[in-house]
């Protein structure tokens, strides 16, 4: 059964790594994959939630830095040690690898468990802007195979924990804040 889903997986990574080939998205897709364009853009945007926010956007500010702390100490390590599966661009012939690669595990994804946890916790404080959020998040976990480094399910797998883990820190900030009289209003 393992082999049924393993081959599926490999289908689908090769379907997106190389059928989905594009000058386009050879230019696009690396610079999605890559933190390092966004960083500063990123904490500007918290800054601003941090400085210029009310009491709602303060608490969000904190609540989305501990996720991102929590949510990837918890995938990276345990979860990658765990399953211990090699990367796509260091067990498969002939991937398109358009990023510099890594000899760390792949399942979950870290990409898509962060980015489908901060969707998850924004799309709750920011209801209107919940599909923008998830096609976000969607479209940086495609990115991840596309340039060669994560199979189709480590994305999956990624998404589901990112989920797993926003949903349980939005119960988290609610019961701090019920206990604690921190509205976030």
Do not use: Q
Request: with cysteine; hydrophobic share 50%; net charge positive.
């Amino acid at each position: 059964m393992c082999s049924f889903f393993a081959n599926i997986d490999r289908y689908l990574f090769y379907a997106v790594n190389h059928g989905l080939e594009n000058k386009f998205f050879d230019v696009i897709m690396p610079i999605i994959t890559d933190i390092g364009y966004w960083k500063i853009p990123l904490l500007a945007a918290w800054l601003c939630l941090m400085i210029f926010g009310g009491k709602k956007e303060r608490i969000t500010g904190i609540v989305l830095i501990v996720s991102i702390i929590l949510i990837d100490l918890f995938n990276s390590y345990p979860l990658k040690f765990l399953f211990a599966r090699i990367r796509p661009c260091n067990a498969l012939l002939d991937v398109r690898t358009l990023v510099p690669t890594s000899t760390t595990y792949s399942f979950p994804s870290s990409h898509a468990s962060n980015i489908f946890g901060l969707a998850t916790i924004l799309s709750s404080k920011y209801k209107s802007f919940r599909f923008y959020f998830f096609s976000i998040a969607l479209v940086v976990g495609i990115s991840r195979i596309y340039v060669g480094v994560h199979y189709p399910f480590d994305v999956l797998a990624g998404a589901a924990v990112g989920i797993l883990c926003g949903l349980g820190m939005l119960k988290l900030e609610k019961y701090i804040t019920s206990h604690f009289s921190l509205t976030a209003s």
